[in-house]
């Protein structure tokens, strides 16, 4: 069984299995197939288990214990992609079948080697690190008037 403070709070086996089939693919419901629940209510059983605050615990310390062991964390992440941002940049010939430059005509009349740039990987490459600086947000915008009416009581006297 799984301890998970000083308390020895234990998890049960199918419990403490679903802690490490969840760390496979981050996937709840495919986790609490494999720890064996029933398919027919696995989603709403890996949910629940994700919120027991045990199994929570055992999980961020099993992820935690693991990017210790790989060395991977958010700086390796960050560099990672920066890395792939100033690649994508780099410039690079555009070559033919023989290995030989493709020329192209440039607006002056002469001719130069085609280059081509890595436009969309590095662009995609700026969306995760603007992401993860949560440059981008997801605003909605109103407009228009917004009229209320109050309710009309129409008193009579008899």
């Not at 100033?86 to 009349?109: F, I, K, N, T």
Request: a negative charge; one cysteine or more; charged letters at 25%.
């Amino acid at each position: 069984m799984t301890n998970t403070t000083a308390e020895a709070v234990e998890l049960t086996p199918k419990q403490s299995r679903f802690v490490d089939e969840y760390l496979i693919d981050l996937n709840a419901t495919q986790a609490a197939i494999r720890a064996g629940y029933s398919e027919k209510t696995a989603y709403a059983q890996g949910q629940r288990l994700l919120k027991n605050a045990e199994i929570a615990a055992q999980v961020q310390k099993a992820m935690d214990a693991r990017g210790e062991r790989t060395q991977i964390d958010a700086d390796f992440v960050l560099q990672g992609i920066a890395r792939n941002i100033a690649r994508c940049e780099q410039g690079a010939p555009v070559l033919d079948r023989s290995g030989e430059y493709v020329m192209v005509e440039g607006p002056d009349g002469q001719t130069a080697p085609m280059w081509k740039y890595d436009a969309g990987n590095a662009l995609k490459g700026y969306e995760l690190l603007g992401k993860h600086l949560k440059l981008f947000t997801d605003k909605t915008e109103h407009s228009g008037e917004i009229k209320t009416t109050a309710p009309t009581i129409n008193i009579t006297r008899e």
